[in-house]
């Protein structure tokens, strides 16, 4: 995902920012178009009568979310932009369509806008922040993973899934009637937030031969890297905004680490199951025995331990300790399967798979 660098997009004048030129600040709109899906859900309208028809729980679930934190605004649009952003994941990948992800879906988007961030509004209390910023994470839950398939790169550390998910995130935004120029804060922030949210891809080649692999969550350095590219980035309210939720948004989204154990190990089993799909291999294949095996108990151990960090303050005081906790439970599990199949290697990936649950399960 490396590149030739930021593109900002940033109109200045002297030493202190001018008129806004434009509405961004990496420049990923224009790059990638719409597809069938798109065309397929083009409004709020018929995404509503999609998850009606589907996941009729979904609407009633996220008008509960949208109006929990919305602190008496007017936030129709941003709820008509959060089933327009689910519909379209649940379609493209999800339990809708014909192309289905066992992690990126639509019940993807439900862990994020009702448990995880319920948690965070329970710890720190709606107070902690504005209700625009709350209503942004909402929207991030819904949008980050629109693209799963994208094989365009682009400039910099973004990944190409992400990058292709800002471009559709804007279109929906636009679509649900809000304005590039007097909106201009949502759509940096939701640029900036799904960028921050690529993760390092190495981890699932982790194994015990490749032991020092790094990356992790681009939100944790997305600042720096914004200051090599274009350091006068600070100077845009906008832009701050959009990088401090950044931070907490990909908290929010690599947050089974902090979750009960039992919920860590589901997320790892369905993850495992998209990755073995992803390569075009059927759990029950005896090739797909060792890639489960590695993403299992190396990966595993390697996403917890070295590659996952909080990225910021408030998420590691509502999941710090919940990690802390899965600590020992992560390596006990980790070194138990690799026990379990050293001596006997085993028959395919669905064998290695429910040897892991049920470790998890006696945890």
């Known amino acids: ?8 997009r940033i109109s200045y004048t002297g030493d202190k920012p001018s008129r806004y030129e434009h509405p961004v ?21 018929s995404a509503r009568c999609l998850l009606a028809e589907h996941r009729p729980d979904i609407i009633s679930r996220l008008e509960a979310r949208v109006l929990s934190v919305a602190n008496g605004m007017d936030a129709c649009k941003h709820l008509d932009a959060t089933l327009l952003g689910t519909a379209r994941l649940g379609l493209r990948h999800g339990s809708f369509g014909a192309d289905f992800h066992h992690y990126h879906n639509e019940n993807h988007i439900m862990d994020l806008a009702e448990r ?25 839950s819904a949008c980050h993973d629109l693209r799963q398939r994208e094989p365009v790169d682009c400039p910099g550390p973004t990944g190409g899934n992400e990058a292709s998910s800002i471009s559709e995130t804007f279109r929906i935004l636009d679509a649900c009637g809000f304005d590039r120029t007097t909106d201009r ?53 906008d832009a701050r905004r959009g990088e401090r939720l950044g931070r907490m948004a990909a908290d929010i989204d690599t947050a089974n680490v902090g979750e009960e154990f039992q919920l860590l190990g589901v997320s790892a089993l369905q993850l495992a199951e998209e990755q073995l799909m992803r390569r075009q291999l059927r759990p029950e294949q005896p090739e797909s025995a060792q890639q489960a095996l590695n993403f299992l ?9 070295d590659l996952h960090r909080f990225s910021s303050r408030e998420a590691e005081r509502v999941f710090g300790p919940q990690k802390l906790a899965n600590s020992e439970k992560v ?33």
């Open 297 to 305: 108990s190396y990966g595993q151990h390697h996403y917890f331990f």
């Open 185 to 237: 804060a949502l759509y940096v922030a939701m640029e900036l937030m799904i960028a921050g949210s690529t993760f390092d891809p190495r981890l699932s080649e982790a194994s015990s031969d490749t032991a020092n692999l790094t990356g992790g969550a681009l939100a944790r350095s997305l600042g720096l890297w914004l200051d090599g590219g274009q350091p006068m980035w600070r100077e845009d309210a």
């Open 25 to 45: 600040i990496l420049g990923y709109a224009t790059l990638y178009q719409a597809d069938a899906i798109e065309s397929a859900l083009p409004d709020a309208t």
């Open 116 to 140: 995880r961030l319920g948690r965070m509004i329970e710890t720190c209390g709606l107070g902690a922040m504005p209700g625009d910023d709350w209503l942004a994470l909402v929207l991030f």
């Open 331 to 363: 390596r006990k599990t980790s070194t138990a399967l690799m026990a379990r199949f050293e001596s006997s290697p085993a028959a395919n990936g669905r064998v290695v798979m429910e040897a892991f649950a049920a470790l998890c399960a006696e945890a």
């Open 1 to 8: 995902m490396s590149g030739s660098g930021v593109h900002l």
